[in-house]
Structure formats: C-alpha cells, structure tokens
C-alpha cells in the first residue's frame, strides 16, 4: 500500500540544491520549508533582507504536504472554546487575523499566476449525532459575535450530510503543496538561498547560528519554523500531538460540491472535493489521533470503510497521514521567544492559515513593523489558568508513555515472528531495540529510545516509521529523522541478513 498524500501525488518535485560546505551569513535564517518558512523568506527578501531557508527534506514536505487544503477564518476546535478561553476581544482579533490571511493567499495566489486550485466557498458544520446540534449552536454564537457571515441552515448542497448545519460563507481552498513552492522559488529568484535536503542538526543560540551536517548558517535572527521547535523547548512540554489519517478517492457514481464540510459527534470527520489536472477526487479526513497511542492501519481501515458507507466509491487513488501540534491555550505561540530566536508552532490543524499569519507576523517583528494582531500569539505569553488542562493532559501522556513502556515493561514481539513489511520492539541479545523486517527478510534494528527526551518510540504501521508518543518526533526505519522536535537519529545496532 503506497502511501503518499494527493498533494505529492499531483505535483512536480521540488529541486533546490543542499546546502553544500560553506559558512554563510545572513541576516535571517529559516529552519522548516512548510507555508510558514516560505511565506516569511518571501516576505522578507522583497524587503532586502538577505535569507537563507534550510529544509531537511523537500519544501512542504511536513504538514503542509498532507493538510486538507482548506482555507477558513475558524477554527477546527471551535470559535466557543476561545471565548470561553479569552474572551470576545480575543476572539473576533483572532477571526480577523485569520481571514486577513486567508484574503492574502489569494493575493499571493493571483500575483504568482500558478494553477493553485484556488476558489472560494462556503464552510459547512454540521451534526453526526444529536448530541452535536448544541456544540454547532454555540459555535454559531461564536461566529456571529467574531464578524463571520454564518447562518444555519436545515438542509445541504449534499445527500450524505444533514442539518441543522452552520454555514459560513466566502472561505477558500487551495492546492497547498503547489502554493508553497512556488512560494518557495519566487523567494528564490529575489535572492533567498532555498537548500532542501538539509537538516539542522545544532542550534547555537549565542553564536546564532544553525549548523547541518555539511555547513552553518550565522544570521542575526533565527526562526525555527518546525512545527514544534527542533531540540528541547519550553513550548515542548504543554504541546499535544496528533496525527490525521486521510484518503482521496474517486467516485463511481455521485459527486461533491465546492465546499468545506466538517462533521461533528462522537467521532469527526472533514469531507471535500477537489479537481486538479482534470481528475475528480473527494478528500476524507478523519478524527485526530494521539500520537504513537494509535492502531494506525486499523485508524485507515476504519477510515475507509466509513467513507465506503457514505460515498460510491470506485477506487481509493491517495492515502497519507499528517501531524500536529495544538497549543494547550487553544492558541498558537508565534513570535520571539526568550531565547531570542523566533517559533511559529501551536497550530492544531489549522496551520495553512496561521503558518500564513506567523509568516507575516514574524516578517513584521524583524522589519519592526507593527503588527496589531501580534499580541494575541506572543511566544513568550504565560497563562497557567488557561493552560493548565491542555498541559495535564501531555504531561499524563508522556507519564503514561514512560509507565507503560519502562516500568510495567511493554510486552515485546520475539525476532523469529516479526513478518515482512512489519516492525515492533524486540529484545536482541539481551537489549530492547525498534526491529523492522524488510520484504527480503532482513532485519534493521536500530535504538528504540527517542533521542528528544527518551520516550521509547512507537511502530507506525501506515507510515512505516517510529513514532514518539511524547512530543511527536518520528524516524525513518534506519533511524534518521522524519520529523522533530529531536535532531539526532536513532543509534543503529545492526541489519540481520534472512
């Protein structure tokens, strides 16, 4: 089963060079090529400052190369939770910030004249159970009060979805990995260094500089557009961590309108569809999983199988899965941090469009601009109160990571009955390590004990990688890194021949 998103699946590969040996300086360098890193180098090279962005893989490789592509002024956790939160200042600041960049994607969009997919549409909200129709009445409150035009309505444009269904008009959608790197090269024709394949492996914050394996970067402002900040990080120790499973599929009979359409119940579910290069799909995505906590191929089967039940489905062309990181004030952390370095992080599975905003909010705090929503995202905000149960509940997950696999010793899976194509914690000559067998048979064993804070990882059986349920880094089978926070791989031990 291949697993690649219908972003990747429909889009040309990026071709920047790696950074090769060399010492550069700069005024600003970026770490993470998604839409935050890419908005910002672009902004801030129309400006004149001189940039150089680093991305340990391809640009849009992360999040933004497996998001729904759906554009809105909410909030997948609900405008009700920020009030109850914050407060109605906070709230409809929040909105406008939003739809502000939202409004400057299309600009962009209209300005870099690619296919991007690009429309507006309305968004929809609608029950999966009774018990929903409360939750979908507040958060029409919540979107009256922050200024969306949102209505509710008892029918939808659509046979598999019913009211009563919150709808709020003139949001968007994109095609998102296209959108990023032609970001990405426009930055590059006004002068931004673009170097793929080249991850940041120590970050010296008295010397500001990042280094990578062949070259270092000094700069007078860094910015670690990670998603979760690389290396150990304050932010690090209230962040919750998911990751989302999706498909595209083609329909055998029926279709689906323009639309964003978010179900809500015991269990959610975001459907849309999409045209590009003239093939029909419709995108289904399902509920967050914590990560490393999860059954990931049995999350997918059950995935597919409810969309079997509501679509004709001909054939699933696409399946991927994506991650994220929710903030426990339900607000996202962007801006400089105390260690006088810039994050952007804290997105849930909103990010396209706060990447966007912490894009030009960054660009303004470096320009000394003012920026008037940068107060409500600070990274450097303390709000215990707010915080506390979004905190309780990572600190829980981490201890019971630990409890789990350390005191009450995770059962391990004996080497002879590991199947090909599978992977599991074994025990080799006497050590616990992270065991992969490969379709010839071989065995590539490498350290089941992540290198971030020393959480044992987790078999993802989707994504064939391991996964840490503590703070969300992942690891290819060989032990590199896929995604961070850590920076260092996996120690391998060794590949047993079949």
């Known amino acids: 089963m291949e697993i690649a998103s219908v972003w990747r699946g429909t889009s040309r590969a990026s071709r920047f060079d790696a950074l090769a040996t060399t010492n550069l300086k700069v005024d600003v360098a970026i770490v993470g090529g998604g839409i935050t890193g890419c908005t910002l180098a672009l902004q801030l090279v129309e400006q004149g400052k001189s940039v150089c962005l680093l991305e340990a893989h391809e640009i849009g490789y992360g999040s933004t190369g497996g998001s729904t592509g759906n554009l809105y002024g909410t909030v997948s956790g609900g405008l009700a939770a920020i009030q109850n939160k914050w407060g109605e ?12 960049a939202v409004n400057d994607i299309e600009r962009r969009a209209n300005v870099l004249g690619v296919d991007f997919g690009w429309r507006r549409c309305p968004q929809y ?10 939750t979908i009445s507040k958060e029409h409150e919540a979107s009256l009060l922050a200024g969306l035009p949102a209505r509710m309505e008892d029918e939808l444009p659509v046979q598999w979805a019913q009211g009563p269904a919150l709808v709020i008009e003139n949001q968007a959608q ?12 426009q930055a590059q024709r006004q002068g931004c260094l673009v170097h793929e394949r080249s991850a940041v492996i120590e970050v010296d914050h008295g010397k500001r500089q990042v280094c ?25 120790a209230g962040m919750v961590v998911h990751r989302e499973y999706g498909i595209a599929v083609c329909l055998g009979k029926g279709s689906c309108p323009p639309g964003i359409f978010w179900g809500r119940g015991d269990k959610s579910l975001s459907v849309r569809s999409l045209e590009v290069d003239g093939n029909q799909y419709v995108l289904i995505i399902g509920e967050d999983q914590k990560m490393g906590q999860h059954d990931a191929k049995a999350c997918l089967g059950e995935l597919e199988a409810k969309a079997r039940e509501t679509f004709d489905i001909d054939q699933v062309a696409y399946r991927w899965s994506a991650q994220n990181f929710q903030s426990p004030d339900k607000l996202p952390y962007i801006g400089q941090d105390i260690s006088g370095n810039y994050i952007a992080t804290g997105f849930g599975t909103d990010g396209l469009v706060y990447g966007t905003l912490a894009g030009s909010l960054i660009a303004d705090e470096i320009l000394g601009r003012t920026n008037s929503a940068s107060h409500l995202f600070r990274a450097s905000r303390v709000a215990p109160i707010k915080a506390a149960k979004g905190i309780a509940e990572e600190v829980g997950t981490m201890v019971k990571s630990l409890v789990k696999d350390y005191l009450t010793e995770r059962q391990e899976v004996e080497v002879s009955k590991l199947q090909p194509g599978t992977g599991a914690l074994v025990e080799i ?10 379709a010839d048979g071989a ?24 996964d840490c349920p503590c703070h969300g880094s992942r690891f290819a089978i060989d032990g590199s890194v896929l995604e961070g926070p850590a920076i260092k791989a996996l120690d391998r031990k060794y590949a047993v021949e079949p």
């Open 89 to 100: 200042d906070v709230l409809r600041g929040v909105v406008q910030a939003r739809t502000t």
């Open 125 to 134: 909200l609608y029950p999966l159970s009774a018990d929903a129709r409360e």
């Open 174 to 185: 994109i095609h998102p990995l296209r959108y990023v790197r032609a970001l990405a090269l």
């Open 212 to 236: 990578t394996a062949n070259g270092t970067v000094t700069a007078d402002h860094i910015v670690l557009a990670t998603h979760s900040p690389i290396g150990f990080h304050s932010t690090q």
């Open 429 to 438: 000559d006497g050590t616990s390590v992270a065991a992969y067998r490969d």
């Open 443 to 466: 065995i590539h064993a490498v350290s089941s004990v992540c290198t971030h804070l020393g959480c044992k990882v987790h078999w993802n059986s989707v994504e064939t990688s391991w």
